[in-house]
Nanobody, 122 residues
Framework: QVRVVESGGGSVQAGGSLTLSCVAS????????MGWYRQAPGKERELVAQ???????YYSNSVKGRFTISGGDAKNTVYLQMNSLKPEDTAVYYC????????????????WGQGTQVTVSS
């Protein structure tokens, strides 16, 4: 019902930058939050950055000051600007949306993209 597509991943040298894009489409009445997660080989998936209705923004400590999440205001599209990339940022990055298909108290949409690979080399 709701499709989430990420793009913008690639390979970059340490210290470089990348911008990821995420577009959610489908029967979405309103959006509660959109966020970026990542999962490195052998690691658990972790929340990197998230923006929610009302203006709240979250960043993990490992990316604070380097990554910036933006968008999500009107088109269910979010971006993740990643600067000063480090090898430890290497992971598959996933976009997530929590949303409503109709007016209701609790979100009934929890959709994920297929991920985009980010590789940072020394």
């Amino acid at each position: 019902q709701v499709r989430v597509v990420e793009s913008g991943g690639g390979s970059v040298q340490a210290g470089g930058s990348l911008t990821l894009s995420c577009v959610a489409s489908g029967s979405i009445f309103s959006t509660n939050s959109m966020g970026w997660y990542r999962q490195a080989p052998g690691k658990e998936r972790e929340l990197v950055a998230q923006t929610a209705s009302g203006g709240s923004i979250y960043y993990s400590n490992s990316v604070k000051g380097r990554f910036t999440i933006s968008g999500g205001d009107a088109k269910n599209t979010v971006y993740l600007q990643m600067n000063s990339l480090k090898p430890e940022d290497t992971a598959v990055y996933y976009c997530n949306i929590l949303a409503y298909s109709r007016p209701r108290v609790q979100p009934d949409i929890d959709s994920w993209g297929q991920g985009t690979q980010v590789t940072v080399s020394s």
